[in-house]
């Protein structure tokens, strides 16, 4: 018998990452996920076919089984399914999540296996690629390359060019700018909907605007 309301397992499914998240200092903490299910509630209201518990639900669980975050990445997701089933989510409903979370993330985009989303994971998706361009998006790349020991800038070293997963996770000779090119100003072409393809587009220019400057400044122009 279904007795929980979705409010109620979306409030479970949140104290559930927040647990998990609590200690992150990678630049996918709290805070992030909660632009995420902003940014994810944003998009809903455009795209009224798609389910509003699968959606918010993925938006909550994108992170926590993520290879950078967890030792045991078969057992993070064990976990989560365990967590969904006990919260009265169909079979099916699991399943969906599941294929959402193990798909959407940019790294997964390198791989040869990646499934398509249904249009709850391409709102996620984009909801998750929105907050990591901009402002934002330049925030939490100093933030990551910061606690990963990475250059600022090395007008030396190029960007790497159609890396695959375990490039992008190598992060020798990594620097902050250089993660520019070879990620952040790439997904703006990558949205699914329509609404973040448009926000894309000035959040583009934010960071178009700060990697000019960022070069005049550094060779002591202006
Ligand atoms: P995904 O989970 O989609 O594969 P990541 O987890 O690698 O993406 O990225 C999470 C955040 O950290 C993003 O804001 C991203 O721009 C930033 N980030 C990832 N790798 C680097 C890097 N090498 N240098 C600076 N920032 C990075
Ligand atoms: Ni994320």
């Known amino acids: 018998m279904n007795t929980l309301e979705a409010t109620e397992q979306l409030a479970a499914i949140e104290s559930y990452t927040a ?30 076919s798609a389910s509003y518990l699968l959606t918010l639900s993925a938006a909550y ?29 169909t ?18 985009s390198l791989t040869d296996d990646q499934q398509p989303l249904p249009l709850e994971g391409q709102i996620v998706q984009d909801a998750d690629r929105l907050d990591a361009i901009g402002a934002i998006g330049i925030t939490r790349a100093i933030y ?22 375990a490039e992008y996770r190598n992060l020798d000779n990594e620097t902050i700018i250089n993660h520019f090119y070879e990620k952040l100003l790439k997904l703006p072409d990558q949205m699914n909907t329509p609404v973040a393809k448009r926000i894309a587009k000035n959040r583009q220019k934010t960071m178009t605007t700060f990697l000019e400057d960022f070069k005049a400044e550094w060779n002591g122009l202006k």
């Open 61 to 89: 669980l994108h992170d926590v089984i993520d290879d950078k975050l967890v030792a045991n990445v078969a057992d993070a997701q064990a976990d989560v399914e365990r967590l969904l089933t006990s919260l009265e989510f």
């Open 144 to 165: 990551y390359g910061g606690h990963h020991s990475e250059k600022i800038y090395d007008p030396k070293i190029a960007p790497r060019q159609n890396m695959t997963k």
């Open 19 to 48: 647990q998990k998240l609590a200690d992150d200092q990678t630049g996918h903490g709290l805070d992030h996920i909660h632009r995420v299910v902003t940014n994810a509630k944003m998009l809903l209201a455009e795209e009224p």
């Open 91 to 108: 079979a099916d409903q699991v399943q969906t999540i599941m294929l959402i979370i193990n798909n959407m993330s940019f790294s997964k």
